[in-house]
C-alpha cells in the first residue's frame, strides 16, 4: 500500500507530463501521511530536508559568469574556432569530450565541466557547428544532437567517477560493506570501475560513431 | 572557516537579486509569479535555519504550487544576436580563457585549499568554484566592462529559462528523506528478497544489478538504492548463499544502480535540468538519447559479475 502510494503518483505524474516539482512534493506528502505520519509533520520533514539539500543548488551560482560571457559571444567564438577544425564531426567532437570527462572525472574532477559550466555554452555551439559545416540543421536533428551532447557528459561523468578512490559512492559501498561486518579496501572496489568504464567507452564511442553516420544520411 | 553557510548566503543574495530586478522585467508575462518562485528560494537560502522545519516545509509546498499551476515564465533575450557575434570577433579567443576561470578555480581550490585551514574541509570543491565565480566576474567587469546589472541580468534570464527544474534536485533529496522515514525502501527490498527462485545463481545476480536500476529509476538516486538493494538481494544471496566476493558485486552493483539513473526524470539534475537549459521540445530527450548506452551497459554489468565474483 505504501509502495503504491509512493510510486504510483510519481509514474503517473511522469507520465502524465505534469508539472515534476509539485509530483515530486504531492508524492512526498501522500507518501509520508500513507505511512502514519501526522500531515505537519511531514511538511516539517520535507522542509527540514530541503533545506538541509542547499548544497546541491549552489552551482547556480555560475549563472552570472556564463550568462555574461554568453551575452559577449562565447557561443559563438566557439562555433567559429571548431569550424577551423576540418577533421570535427559532432560525433568525433563528442566523443573527445567523453574521453576528456572520463579521464578527468577518474581523477576526482568532477565538478569542472558539467550541464550549465560547459554543454550548454561550449560543446553544443561546437557540435552544431561542425554539423552544420555541410548542411544546414533541421530543427529535429539539432535537438537531437543537443540531447546526444546532455547525455555524452552524463555517461562520461558516471563511469568514471568511481574509479577514483575519493568519491562519494566508493566511501559509501566501503562504509556500508564495513557496517554489515566486511572490510574491504576502497581500492579493491574502485578497481571494479575500470571494466565497466571501458564498455562505456565503447558502447558510447559507437553510438557517436553512428551518430556521425545517421547525421550523413538524414534528410535535411 | 568558510564552508556551506557562507555560500547560503551568497547564492541567496544572488537569488533575491534575481527576483528584484526579474519583477521589472516587462518583457516577461509571468513576472510575479517568476519573482515569488525566487524570493521563496532566497529565503530559505538567506534564513532556512531559523525559519523552523514547518516553515521550510511551507516555502516547498509554496514552491510547488507556484510551479504547478503555471506561474512561472521567462522574458525575451537579453542582447541581439549580431551584437554577439561582433562581440565574439572582437574578444576573441581570450572569452575562452574567462570561461576557464570557475573550472580552472574549482582544480586549483580542491587541491589547495585543505592545506590552508581557512575552508571547511567537507566542502572544498564548492567553496572553490565560488570564489572562481567572484574571480571571473572581477576579471570580466574589467575586461568586458559591462552594465553592472549586466551579469545579473545575463544570469537571471540564463536561471528563468531554467526555472522550476532548478531545485528539483533539492525537492527529490526532501522526497528521498520521507522515503527513508516511511520505510519505503525497506518493504521493496523485502519483496525483491520474497519473490527470487532459490538456487539460480545468474537469477539473483540479475535480480541484484537489474533491482539496483529499477530502484534507482523509482527513488531517482543509486545512493539510495544501494543499501536497500544490498542488504536485501547481495548480501544474503550473492555473499551468504553463493560465496561471492562482496567488493566487486558492490562496486559492479552500483554501476548497475547508475544505469537506471541515466533512464529516469525522478534524476532531475542529470535529466531534466539540461532539457531546459538546452532548450529541448521533448522533456524526455535527454533519457531516450541515453537508454541505448544504458541498457548495454546493464547486461554488460551482469554478465561481468556473474564471471568475475565468482571466480
Redesign the interface.
Known amino acids: 500500500m505504501?509502495?503504491i502510494a509512493?510510486?504510483g503518483i510519481?509514474?503517473a505524474g511522469?507520465a502524465l507530463?505534469?508539472?515534476?516539482?509539485?509530483v515530486?512534493?504531492?508524492?512526498?506528502l501522500v507518501?509520508?501521511i500513507?505511512?502514519g505520519?501526522a500531515p505537519?509533520a511531514?511538511?516539517?520533514?520535507?522542509?527540514?530536508?530541503?533545506?538541509?539539500?542547499?548544497?546541491?543548488?549552489?552551482?547556480?551560482?555560475?549563472?552570472?559568469?556564463?550568462?555574461?560571457?554568453?551575452?559577449?559571444?562565447?557561443?559563438?567564438?566557439?562555433r567559429?574556432?571548431i569550424a577551423a577544425v576540418d577533421a570535427a564531426t559532432p560525433g568525433r567532437l563528442l566523443a573527445v569530450y567523453l574521453v576528456f570527462r572520463q579521464a578527468t572525472a577518474a581523477l576526482?574532477?568532477i565538478?569542472?565541466?558539467g550541464?550549465?559550466?560547459?554543454?550548454?555554452?561550449?560543446v553544443?555551439p561546437m557540435a552544431e557547428a561542425t554539423a552544420e559545416r555541410t548542411r544546414p540543421l533541421s530543427h529535429k536533428t539539432r535537438?537531437?544532437l543537443?540531447?546526444?551532447?546532455?547525455?555524452t557528459?552524463?555517461?562520461g561523468v558516471?563511469?568514471a567517477e568511481?574509479i577514483f578512490l575519493a568519491v562519494?559512492?566508493i566511501l559509501?559501498?566501503k562504509g556500508?560493506?564495513e557496517a554489515?561486518g566486511?572490510v574491504?579496501?576502497a581500492f579493491?572496489?574502485?578497481?571494479?570501475?575500470i571494466?565497466?568504464a571501458i564498455?562505456?567507452l565503447l558502447?558510447?564511442g559507437a553510438?557517436l560513431w553512428r551518430f556521425d553516420r545517421g547525421l550523413a544520411h538524414a534528410p535535411a | 572557516m568558510i564552508g556551506l553557510p557562507q555560500l547560503y548566503l551568497v547564492a541567496g543574495a544572488m537569488f533575491a537579486a534575481f527576483a528584484v530586478r526579474g519583477l521589472s522585467d516587462r518583457s516577461n508575462p509571468r513576472r510575479v509569479g517568476t519573482a515569488a518562485f525566487w524570493t521563496l528560494i532566497a529565503v530559505n537560502f538567506l534564513v532556512g535555519e531559523r525559519l523552523g522545519d514547518v516553515g521550510n516545509g511551507v516555502i516547498v509546498l509554496a514552491l510547488a504550487a507556484l510551479a504547478g499551476t503555471g506561474q512561472l515564465g521567462q522574458g525575451s533575450a537579453v542582447v541581439e544576436a549580431s551584437f554577439r557575434v561582433a562581440a565574439a570577433a572582437r574578444h576573441g579567443n581570450r572569452l575562452f580563457a574567462a570561461a576557464l576561470i570557475v573550472p580552472a578555480a574549482a582544480l586549483g581550490g580542491t587541491l589547495l585549499l585543505p592545506a590552508t585551514g581557512w575552508v571547511d574541509p567537507k566542502q572544498v570543491t564548492l567553496v572553490a568554484l565560488a570564489g572562481g565565480v567572484v574571480l571571473a566576474l572581477a576579471v570580466c567587469l574589467v575586461w568586458l566592462r559591462p552594465r553592472l546589472n549586466e551579469p545579473l541580468d545575463a544570469g537571471r534570464a540564463l536561471l528563468d529559462a531554467v526555472g522550476w527544474a532548478a531545485i528539483l534536485p533539492q525537492a527529490l533529496a526532501a522526497l528521498g528523506a520521507i522515503f527513508v522515514l516511511a520505510g519505503v525502501g525497506r518493504v521493496v527490498g523485502d519483496g525483491i528478497g520474497h519473490i527470487l527462485p532459490h538456487g539460480d545463481r545468474f537469477a539473483a545476480v540479475a535480480a541484484y544489478t537489474v533491482g539496483m536500476a529499477g530502484l534507482t529509476m523509482l527513488l531517482g538516486n543509486a545512493y539510495a538504492a544501494f543499501p536497500v538493494m544490498t542488504a536485501g538481494v547481495a548480501l544474503p544471496l550473492l555473499v551468504g548463499r553463493f560465496g561471492g566476493d562482496p567488493a566487486p558485486i558492490a562496486a559492479i552493483g552500483m554501476l548497475s544502480g547508475f544505469c537506471g539513473t541515466l533512464c529516469t526524470p525522478m534524476a532531475a539534475n542529470y535529466n531534466l535540468v539540461p532539457v531546459a537549459l538546452l532548450g529541448l521540445d521533448d522533456r524526455y530527450a535527454v533519457i531516450k538519447a541515453q537508454v541505448g548506452t544504458a541498457l548495454p551497459l546493464l547486461i554488460f554489468n551482469t554478465l561481468l559479475m556473474n564471471w568475475v565474483a565468482f571466480a
Do not use: Y
Open positions: 505504501l509502495v509512493a510510486f510519481i509514474v511522469f507530463r505534469l508539472n515534476p516539482l509539485a515530486v512534493v504531492l508524492a512526498g507518501t509520508g500513507a505511512a505520519m505537519l511531514v511538511v516539517a520533514a520535507l522542509g527540514k530536508a530541503f533545506t538541509a539539500s542547499r548544497f546541491v543548488s549552489v552551482i547556480w551560482l555560475v549563472v552570472p559568469v556564463i550568462g555574461l560571457l554568453e551575452c559577449h559571444g562565447l557561443q559563438e567564438r566557439a567559429r574556432m576526482g574532477l565538478a569542472i565541466a550541464q550549465a559550466q560547459t554543454v550548454r555554452p561550449l553544443v535537438q537531437r543537443r540531447a546526444m551532447a546532455a547525455a557528459d552524463n555517461i558516471f563511469f568511481d562519494a559512492s559509501l559501498i556500508f560493506l554489515n566486511i574491504v579496501t579493491a572496489v574502485s578497481a571494479w570501475a571494466p565497466t564498455a562505456a558502447v558510447h553510438r
